[in-house]
């Protein structure tokens, strides 16, 4: 964690999620050619992030089937255990549909941040459109810039210490999937910060439920945001 991390982290914000269209299907797809929707009257989802714009839509090839790493279905636990659906009291789990409800009214106006709290290796193999990686661990109390990441989502360190998370950033925030305990840890971490529970929002089905849905996914402009 650096000085570097914390400036790619803020820009990255301030000039909306860095997207890569690798992997997004062609604008030029009408709606009656979609023949696997997102849900009814949703045949795909157009989001706007910093000038950027990228189709969210679940693979056409209903003869598709995950090869990857998502495709397994057991892991050792600990570590890899089965969580909970809800992370911490007042924390607003959701699914697919209500997190591309929170990327168009939340993310493309700027009130919102879709984050991606796994680490960078994994960011860096795909995540889901307009995410923000922000590893769990960066929300550790331990973590000498944890202070300066709350005031890139909008808090502000009061003179007497305390925090003020009026102008803070709703949250929303995903790992791995369901046997994935690192955007939980950091949603908790965020807790007791003091950040607002009601501004955080978790998606449980992570990675795994995204891919699993055959919902697009991008590999993030690493390059942009580190310059």
């Not at 570097?4 to 797809?29: C, E, K, N, Q």
């Not at 209500?98 to 493309?108: G, P």
């Not at 990675?207 to 697009?216: A, K, N, P, R, Y």
């Amino acid at each position: 964690m650096s000085h570097t991390v914390v400036r790619r982290i803020g820009v990255t914000l301030l000039s909306g999620a860095m997207l890569a269209l690798a992997g997004a299907l062609p604008h030029a797809a009408a709606q009656e050619d979609v023949k696997v929707k997102i849900a009814p009257g949703i045949p795909y989802v157009d989001i706007t992030i910093g000038g950027r714009t990228v189709r969210i839509m679940r693979n056409q090839d209903t003869r598709h089937k995950l090869t990857n790493s998502f495709a397994k279905t057991s892991r050792a636990c600990p570590p890899f255990c089965i969580q909970p659906i809800s992370p911490a009291a007042g924390v607003n789990t959701v699914g697919e549909l209500e997190l591309l409800d929170f990327l168009k009214k939340k993310v493309e106006t700027g009130k919102g941040v879709l984050v991606d709290s796994r680490i960078p290796a994994w960011f860096r193999k795909g995540t889901i459109p307009g995410a923000v990686n922000i590893p769990f661990t960066l929300f550790d109390k331990k973590n000498p810039y944890r202070d300066r990441i709350l005031v890139v989502l909008g808090a502000r360190k009061l003179e007497d210490g305390t925090w003020d998370f009026g102008g803070a950033r709703e949250l929303l925030l995903f790992c791995n999937g369901p046997w994935c305990g690192q955007s939980p840890r950091a949603i908790r971490n965020l807790i007791a910060a003091g950040y607002p529970p009601e501004k955080l929002h978790y998606y449980r089905g992570g990675m795994q439920s995204w891919q699993i849905l055959g919902m697009t996914v991008v590999k993030p402009a690493i390059a942009s945001a580190r310059k």
